[in-house]
C-alpha cells in the first residue's frame, strides 16, 4: 500500500522531500552550473503557452527535480494551495543603503583549504538565486539572479522552521507557553503519540525519541506515509491511510529517550505548529502575520503552502521576498526591536541565541557545524563570533553576525539537499565577509 502511495502522489513528495533536511534524488552526477541551469536560460514556462518541453506544472512534471527546482522555488503558488502571511496594510519602511563595491572581491578560503575564491564567484558555486548583506542596519550588498527578482518570493524551506520557533519563544516570554510542559497536557489528540510524552521543550530542539525514518531510497519509510497524509492532492481511490499532518502526527510512535540525542525530524515543527496554534487560538499563518510579518514594515505578503485540510505547513512551507527576510534577521540582531518599534522582549533571541546541549547535537554527526547546537528551531555556531542561523535545505540561509553586526540573507537552489555540500564554500565567505566589515567599515 505505501509504495503505491508513493507512486500516486509522487510530484508532490517531491516537494516534501526537497522541504525535509535530505532528499533520496540528490544529484551524484555533476549538474550543470548556475548559468546554464538559470531558469531564464533554460526557457522554463515562457510561451503563451509554453512548448510541452518547457512545461513545469501539476501532476507528472517532477518539478523539484534539477534543473526544474531552479523555477520552481519561485512559483510554489502556481503548483500548491497556499495560504497567505499579511503584511497588513501600512506602507513599507525601506532600508536605507550604504553599497560597498569591493564585497564581491573579498576572498576566502574553502573549508579543506584547497581553494580560494572571492564572494561573487561562491556565489555562483552555490547556485545563489538572491543574496543580501545588512551592516549597521544598512544594505551593503545585494544581488538577484535565476528566478528571482525584488518583486519576487522564494521558498525559505526549513527557515519556516526558524520562524515557528520565534512564534513559539514569544509566546513563551508572553506567558502562553509553558516551555516544560507535556505536549499531551495542551494537545491531548498526541497522548497516545511519541509526542504526548515530551516536553515543549524537547519538540522545540528537536530531541524527541521518535521511530521515524527519513530514508528516501525506502519506499516504505514513514516519510512516504507522512508525505502521502500531507499531500493536498485528492487522495487515490483506496486511500486508509491518515489524512493531513495532525492526523498523521498521532501516529508516530517512540523510540528511545526523549532528551538524549538531537535529532533533525521535520514533524517535530508540524508539532510545534500545531501547539502554538492551540494556545494563540490562531491558524498558523495568522499567527504569525500577527506576532511578526505585520510589524516588520514588510514589502511584501509571505504565504504558506498547506494540506488537502488546510493547515499551513510548519516544517517547511514558507516563501518570501529577500528583504523581509532581511528584517527577520536585524530584527533578531537588534533583539527585538525594528524601526524603533520593540517587536517581542530581549528574552526571547537571548534564549535562542544561547543554543542548545553540544553534547546532545553532537550525536547527529553534523560534520559541518562541529561544536555547534540546535536551539528553538535555530542553529547556533558557537563560533568566535556567536554567530546562528536560520538554514533550509538546497541553501537556503538567514546568517546573523552579532559581532560584526551583519546579516546575510541567501536564496539559492543548490542541486544537492543537503547543505553539508554547499557549506565548504558558505560558512567560510561569511566569516570572511564578517571580517571585512570589521576592518573596513
Known sequence: MQLRIGRVVYSTLWLLCALCLS??????????????????????????PPPVEKLIMQPQSNYFSFPKLRWTVCHLRELLPTKQVSRGLGAPIVFDYELDSKIGNVSFKTSDKKREVTFEESLLLNYTDGI??????????????????????HAAMSMT???VGLSAEILIAEGLLEETAKVSEIIPEL?????????????????????????????????????AAASPLPKPEGYKGPNGYYEYLQTVRQQGEHGYAFGYKTINTDVLGWIISRVAKQNLTTLLSQKIWRKLGAEQDAYMTIDGLGTPFAGGGLSAGLRDLGRIGQLMLNKGMLNGVRVFPESVVNNIKKGGDKAVFDKAGFDSLKGGSYRSMWWVLHNKHHAYA????????????????????????FPEAKNSYSD??????????????????
Open 161 to 163: 522552521k526558524s520562524l
Open 390 to 413: 536560520a538554514r533550509g535545505v538546497h541553501g537556503q540561509t538567514i546568517y546573523i553576525d552579532p559581532i560584526a553586526d551583519m546579516v546575510i540573507v541567501r536564496f539559492a537552489s
Open 132 to 153: 543580501l548583506v545588512l551592516h549597521k542596519g544598512k544594505i551593503v550588498y545585494e544581488k538577484y539572479a535565476g528566478c528571482l527578482d525584488e518583486s519576487s518570493k
Open 191 to 227: 497522548k497516545g503519540s511519541a509526542f504526548g510524552s515530551a516536553s515543549v521543550r524537547q519538540v522545540m530542539d528537536m530531541t524527541t525519541a521518535l521511530a521515524y525514518s527519513e530514508d528516501y531510497s525506502d519506499l516504505n519509510a514513514d516519510i512516504w506515509v507522512y508525505s
Open 23 to 48: 532528499c533520496a534524488w540528490a544529484a551524484k552526477a555533476v549538474s550543470p552550473s548556475a548559468e546554464l541551469s538559470d531558469p531564464r536560460a533554460l526557457q522554463w514556462m515562457i510561451g503563451s
Open 424 to 441: 565548504p564554500t558558505s560558512l567560510p565567505a561569511y566569516q570572511a565577509l564578517a571580517e571585512y566589515l570589521l576592518e573596513t567599515h
